[in-house]
């Protein structure tokens, strides 16, 4: 079973994608976004997270690789999907130096549909798991309730009109440049943004890791 590092837009499905990979093969999660978000935010360095999140844009590298590396090293051993890192090509050389087996899969969506899955996306704060209140199959049984495990949903703060623009800019400029880096190695895969049956896309990445 392959590692994984999803290259994708705000609310390009990473979320759900991941769910169907831990449930099916007993894949960790590392979502940097949610490592971040635990940071108290009451702490200096909460604070400083917060105020970068809340523009839309990426936090220092210096921050985050920290909180990486411990995240690697809780999870040592098992196979590990990274969900929001690498956000640029610094990043991804340093993680060169600490993670291997991996495939990069690059989800590709229109910029339209990004940004309404981000305006109907609710997530269970307690078990992580996303919903849309936009997309009939992505509603949860009750409204504004965890299937799972029964908590009240939640929507982020910066899932807003405003910081889309930004968030989505942040990913061109950015993260884009990722897919010419994985390519040059050969571990890229695409998705392409005519595939838009979620069956189809789950199926697509189950080849992928076991390729
Ligand atoms: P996400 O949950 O992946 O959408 O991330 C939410 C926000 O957390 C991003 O808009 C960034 O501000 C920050 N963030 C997440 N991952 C990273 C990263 N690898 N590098 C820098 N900032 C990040």
């Not at 890192?85 to 340093?94: G, H």
């Amino acid at each position: 079973m392959k590692n994984v590092i999803f290259i994708a837009p705000p609310a390009a499905g990473k979320g759900t994608c991941s769910d169907f990979l831990k449930a099916k093969f007993g894949y960790k999660h590392i979502s940097t976004g949610d490592l971040l978000r635990n940071v108290d935010k009451e702490s200096e360095l909460g604070k400083e997270i917060s105020s970068y999140i809340n523009k839309g844009e990426l936090v220092p590298d210096i921050i985050i690789n920290k909180l990486l590396q411990e995240a690697l090293d809780t999870y040592k051993g098992n196979p590990i999907i990274l969900d929001g890192y690498p956000r640029n090509v610094k990043q991804a050389e340093l993680l060169e130096t600490i993670f291997d087996n991996y495939v990069a899969i690059y989800l590709d969506i229109e910029k339209e549909t990004a940004m309404k899955r981000m305006l109907g996306r609710i997530t269970c704060p307690k078990c992580k798991k996303t919903y849309n209140k936009y997309f009939d199959k992505f509603k949860p049984k009750n409204e504004g309730l965890c299937d799972e495990c029964n908590s009240e949903l939640v929507s982020r703060n910066d899932d807003t009109k405003e910081t889309f623009d930004i968030r989505f800019d942040t990913y061109i400029n950015n993260t884009l440049p990722l897919l010419e880096y994985y390519d040059k190695k050969d571990v890229l895969k695409k998705v392409s943004k005519d595939t838009t049956e979620t069956d189809d896309i789950l199926s697509s990445i189950e080849g992928f890791v076991n390729d």
